[in-house]
């Protein structure tokens, strides 16, 4: 299992950035994909996962309906649109994969798999500050 996680950058708080998580040599439309984040200092937190099985989608109580992660299988990725950031979104975020075949699981209960057992790549690092 291959991503490439990019879109970060600088922007001003209330800003807006799309971040992409691209897939390569599988069918990212099988697989739960899941968003992660870990700032300076904190610990790695799930963000947001998108089901591979129904579409559904988790976000964590801080997203507060400011992120919208969804897919595009022709171009087999998948997508964290953030809007109206804050300085406490400053972090590096990370997405995952797990294929939904292999059991059956709710998207946070993905997302918590992902979690525990994720090899990290490099990430895309966001920063929100004026």
């Known amino acids: 299992v291959q991503l490439q996680a990019s879109g970060g950058g600088l922007v001003q708080p209330g800003g807006s950035l799309r971040l992409s998580c691209s897939a390569s040599g599988f069918p990212l439309e099988d697989y739960h994909v899941a968003w992660f984040r870990r700032a300076p200092g904190k610990e790695r937190e799930g963000v947001s996962c998108?089901?591979?099985?129904?579409?559904?989608?988790y976000y964590a109580d801080f997203v507060g309906g400011r992120f919208t992660i969804s897919r595009d299988n022709a171009k087999n990725t998948v997508f964290l649109q953030m809007n109206s950031l804050k300085p406490e979104d400053t972090a590096r975020y990370y997405c995952?994969?797990?294929?939904?075949?292999?059991?059956?699981?709710?998207?946070?209960?993905?997302?918590?798999?992902?979690?525990?057992?994720?090899?990290w790549g490099q990430g895309t690092l966001v920063t929100v500050s004026s």
């Open positions: 998108l089901s591979g099985s129904d579409d559904s989608a």
């Open positions: 995952s994969a797990l294929r939904a075949a292999d059991a059956d699981r709710t998207a946070l209960q993905a997302l918590d798999v992902m979690h525990e057992h994720s090899q």
